[in-house]
């Protein structure tokens, strides 16, 4: 039985790397040395496109020829990753004469140094030796990071400590519904949260996971019912934060993408309150790719256009030029406008949209309780009505409807 390795961090900011071989093992192992700053020098005679985009963007350097074994000179660490293991075998030999620590990828067990299972969480990296089977590596590794980024692994001490360096105040973006759709980085701050000031769109599972200790104040904007002011928002988000508490403000969807997300980042800033912005997946994608829709395709469309419809469209304070949009060839999604779908569409058709212009709306997408229908855009409305569809709902106008249909057609045709 050999030895166990000894574990150890290197620092190679700076330092030369040589990587021999261009195929997929490199293309995996090459991004996190770049990450740690690493002088890479590359060499193969031929090297996957991902790699040739980072030669071609300055972030290694590619010698497109065979490997020799002055490429060793004034490395520190070697990456033998041909597909050849007898050129391997003498990569490994020549770096050993010199001293210089060698992964092979094709037998670890005959390098002198053994690359981990890596795994990355907030300033904390795991690295993972299974003794020798690199799927339980993979496993223990990921199990970990699972738990650094639910909050789980962390002590309350340590949280506590980490809290004081994160900003009074998160603006994180939750997804389109789904709780499985929030960002790493959001879940993360999540769990680390004193209060969180939550949209009724934002997926209120993620409630359900927080310790008894955080305050939850809810910042609901029900259509024609009861809202919480954006100006009580705001100043929810300020005292809370100038209090010394940790604030995530939970949103649907993307903060920015008609979420007033703008709003509270110039609120807070205003009143000396430091802000992280975590984007989120927007529903004015997710949803319509739920449903099976690509809001474009190739051949189709060249274009997509996101409008807000909470305005109807002979409102004075609509902004939206309506006419402009009846020409588009591309793809027109609407949010907020299931309950103006009718003079929506009969303005852009009254403005040069073709009636059999393809149609859906999608309730509650990303969700167990998702409904859709498809119709041309002078019947949607009335085919909404008849289905029952309401708000939270997305429209989305445009050929790629008809491509959401073929494809959903052969998805059901699967066995």
Avoid at 198 to 219: G, Q, T
Avoid at 285 to 304: C, D, L, M, N, S
Avoid at 334 to 361: C, F, N
Wanted: proline fraction near 6%; hydrophobic fraction near 45%; glycine fraction near 10%.
């Amino acid at each position: 039985m050999s030895a166990p390795f000894y574990p150890l961090g290197l620092r190679i900011e700076g330092r030369r790397v040589l990587v021999v071989g261009g195929g997929t093992v490199a293309q995996r192992r090459v991004p996190s040395l770049l990450d740690s700053g690493a002088d890479v020098l590359l060499v193969s005679p031929h090297v996957t496109p991902a790699l040739e985009g980072l030669a071609t963007a300055g972030r290694l350097t590619w010698a497109a020829r065979r490997y020799e074994e002055s490429d060793l000179d004034g490395a520190w660490l070697v990456l033998a990753a041909t597909s050849a293991p007898q050129v391997n075998a003498a990569i490994s030999v020549a770096a050993e004469q010199r001293r210089i620590w060698c992964v092979r990828a094709d037998d670890g067990s005959a390098g002198t140094a053994w690359t981990p299972a890596v795994g990355r969480h907030d300033g904390v990296t795991v690295a993972v030796l299974g003794g020798g089977d690199p799927r339980r590596a993979a496993a223990v590794r990921d199990g970990v990071v699972e738990r650094l980024a639910d909050g789980s692994l962390d002590s309350p001490r340590f949280r506590g400590l980490h809290k004081r360096s994160i900003p009074g105040v998160a603006l994180v973006g939750a997804g389109p519904g789904d709780p499985e759709l929030i960002t790493v980085r959001g879940r993360r701050l999540l769990s680390r949260a004193d209060v969180v000031v939550v949209d009724r769109l934002a997926p209120h599972l993620l409630l359900d996971e927080l310790p008894a200790h955080v305050e939850v104040i809810d910042a609901a904007k029900i259509p024609y019912g009861r809202y919480m002011a954006q100006e009580a928002i705001n100043t929810a988000l300020i005292e809370n934060a100038l209090a010394g508490k940790f604030v995530v403000r939970l949103k649907g969807g993307d903060p920015f993408v008609f979420g007033r997300g703008g709003e509270e980042l110039e609120a807070c800033l205003a009143a000396g309150v430091p802000v992280e912005v975590v984007p989120g997946v927007t529903s004015a994608i997710a949803v319509p790719a739920a449903a099976g829709i690509p809001v474009t395709h190739r051949g189709v469309t060249h274009e997509f256009v996101v409008v807000s419809g909470h305005v109807a469209p002979d409102n004075p304070q609509s902004l939206v030029d309506w006419e402009a949009l009846a020409k588009l060839r591309g793809t027109l999604v609407v949010l907020m406008g299931v309950e103006r779908l009718a003079v929506i569409a009969e303005t852009l058709i009254r403005h040069g949209k073709s009636a059999d212009t393809p149609a859906a709306v999608i309730q509650e997408g990303t969700t167990s309780e998702q409904r859709s229908i498809v119709a041309s855009l002078a019947t949607i409305a009335r085919a909404a009505d008849e289905e029952g569809l309401s708000h939270p709902a997305i429209v989305v106008i445009g050929e790629v409807v008809a491509i959401g249909d073929r494809l959903n057609a052969l998805v059901a045709a699967l066995p």
